[in-house]
């Protein structure tokens, strides 16, 4: 059903020989955390690094980080209260050697940034002179911030800094990559057979300076960050399509976890505005959920209140919507001290004076949103893919750390942490690889012989449908009616070539991040589809319980094959 989607290995047709060539040692896709700490890692093992961004580096999920990074950094915490307190979070499917791996290395990691010039908050006497906070399932005050929630502008500019003081990175930014490059077709006997030779990733084809070119890497670290966008309503920016998803899948590496979608519990709820994000940290300094009757709720649900886990919160916030037959819930600041307040959330002061909110006066109207995908490219400790020359980290990967769902302030730290460990191993690949590069690569795509859609149109519809029935609450009958619609939609969108020659360069970008966008939703539709059970982020209404008999497991997907191959934990 889903075979447009399975099938197609190239979004457009192209001959190697007939395009300009770039040539480096280590190829980024993406200058988020992950991206620019890999690229740093790398170019300081001596390789010449290369480093796309699709919007200008300074458009991605990381610079909109809010609440800031999980690490042991104090005598009073340790690694085994973390890795705890993230594998509770993660309810049975973390991967416990990445768990390890982030935690340990993350303090390390952190404390560099200081050394690179970042200016976390303060607080004198404590441990490196660092204001800590807590965020929900954390058991202690781990999370570092910085200009009050504004973690992410501080931490990507500090990156953006030094990536810029190395002379072997460059950076390309405004530059989209359309499709991984791998040999298979070279190595099979003729064209596209459906057991593909084992492949290489030998680069990317991208669109740079509206020029379709071949960059020809001797290893590709895929860090293009997350699938927001594919949800209706979202805490992401424009740019997290999911295309690192799709390409990965459509080069023929392994996927897994798909169905797992974090949705973050507060996002501002004005009608006609985006869904600004609420820091979870502004629960973490005593903020109450209250509904329309003022009543707070959160105890009728977890123990934790506010800081139960996110998934638990989010459900409670939809339920709590149900019951009191209404669009959303608040969030109450009214008790907070409302000078600190300001001082330390300056950034959501700014966005609540704009409609009019005074947070010591004024309920915050809130609702849930899509926020992290924790489905991703399977990686290895090193964050290796399965396809050989492919590593794939931050959102655009999944290393295990966050199981079936995500603890706040954990992911920075694994960009951060498998960012290095992937520039690092690729340095030292890159060193080791004997492949002659150009190779011979030549693509064709016979021409569609079906109608048009309306690109705009079936972007729209499809993060409708998938807040609708791959969101918060899902259940096998409106997962199967989105498989097919999708499908539908597959049907004729995935069967076209967007050349930038006939159609401008941002119309063609446009028609690529809508087939990137139905590939990874029919992923996940599929994945959440074939997991008969609820486990962390992953609800299923038909399916309450969590099954550890049949259910601890990941899911794993190669195309073409349709099924999902199971991985049982342990
Ligand atoms: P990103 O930072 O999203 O970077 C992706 C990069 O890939 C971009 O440079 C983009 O241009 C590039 N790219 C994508 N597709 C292509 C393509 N086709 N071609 C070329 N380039 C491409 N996590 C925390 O730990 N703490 C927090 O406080 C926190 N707050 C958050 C607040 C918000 C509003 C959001 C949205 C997320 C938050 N998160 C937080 C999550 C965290 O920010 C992200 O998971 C993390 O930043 C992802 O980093 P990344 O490097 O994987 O991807
Ligand atoms: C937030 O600040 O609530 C987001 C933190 C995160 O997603 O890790």
Partial sequence: MLEPITQRRYL??????????????????????????????????????????????AESNTWYAQGGIAAVLQPLDSYESHIHDTEVGGAGLCDEKAVRIVIEEGPKRVLELLEWGANFDKKPGNAHDLAFTLEGGHSFARIIHAYGD?????????????????????????????????????????????????????????????????????????????????????????????????????????????????????????????????????????????????????????????????????????????????????LDTRHLPAAEFLVRFPQLAKLLEQFEIDPAKDLIPIHPAAHYMIGGVDADDYGRSSLPGLYAVGEAGCSGLHGANRLGSNSLLEGLAF?????????????????????????????????????TDVKSSLRSVMWRNVGIERDGPRLEETREIIAFWARYVM????????????????????????????????????????????????????DNVHWRLHLLWKRPIETPIPDPIG
């Avoid at 006997?189 to 960059?215: E, F, K, M, N, Y």
């Avoid at 340095?427 to 569609?448: C, M, Q, V, W, Y």
């Avoid at 020659?501 to 809508?514: D, H, I, T």
Wanted: glycine share 8%; with cysteine.
């Fill in 150 to 330: 504004a973690t992410g502008k501080e931490l990507a500019q500090t990156l953006i800094r030094t990536v810029r003081s190395r002379e072997n990175i460059r950076i390309s930014e405004t530059s989209f990559a359309i499709d991984l490059i791998t040999d298979e077709e070279e190595r099979a006997t003729g064209s596209l057979s459906s057991s593909p030779a084992p492949s290489r990733c030998l680069g990317a084809i991208a669109l740079i300076d509206s020029q379709v070119q071949i960059i020809w890497a001797k290893r590709t670290i895929l860090a293009s960050g997350g699938a927001g966008q594919l949800y209706r309503e979202s805490t992401n920016p424009r740019i997290a399509t999911a295309d690192g998803h799709a390409m990965a899948y459509r080069a023929g590496a392994v996927v897994q976890d798909m169905e797992m979608v974090q949705f973050h519990p507060t996002t501002l709820y004005v009608a006609g505005a985006s869904r600004a994000l609420i820091t979870e940290a502004v629960r973490g300094e005593g903020a109450y959920l209250v509904d329309r009757n003022g009543y707070r709720f959160m105890g009728d649900y977890h123990a934790s209140k506010e800081l139960a886990p996110r998934d638990v919160v989010s459900r409670a916030i939809v339920e709590q919507i149900r019951k009191t037959h209404y669009t959303h819930v608040y």
């Fill in 495 to 546: 069967d076209k070539v967007f050349v930038p020659n006939n159609l401008g360069s941002a119309a063609a970008v446009a028609g690529w991040e809508v087939q990137n966008m139905l590939t990874v939703g029919a992923l996940i539709a599929n994945a959440a589809m074939s997991r008969t059970e609820s486990r962390g982020c992953h609800y299923r209404l038909d399916y309450p319980a969590t």
């Fill in 419 to 455: 960012g290095a460990r992937a520039g690092l191993d690729a340095a030292r690949g890159a060193k080791e690889n004997n492949i002659k590069f150009p190779i011979r690569l030549d693509h064709k795509i016979p021409p569609s012989t079906k109608t048009e859609l309306d690109i």
């Fill in 12 to 57: 457009i047709p192209f001959n190697a020989a007939r395009l300009p060539l770039q040539f480096t040692d280590v190829l980024v896709i993406g200058g988020g955390v992950a991206g620019l700490r890999a690229a740093i890692a790398a170019a300081d093992a001596g390789a010449e690094v290369l480093l796309l961004t699709k919007d200008t580096v």
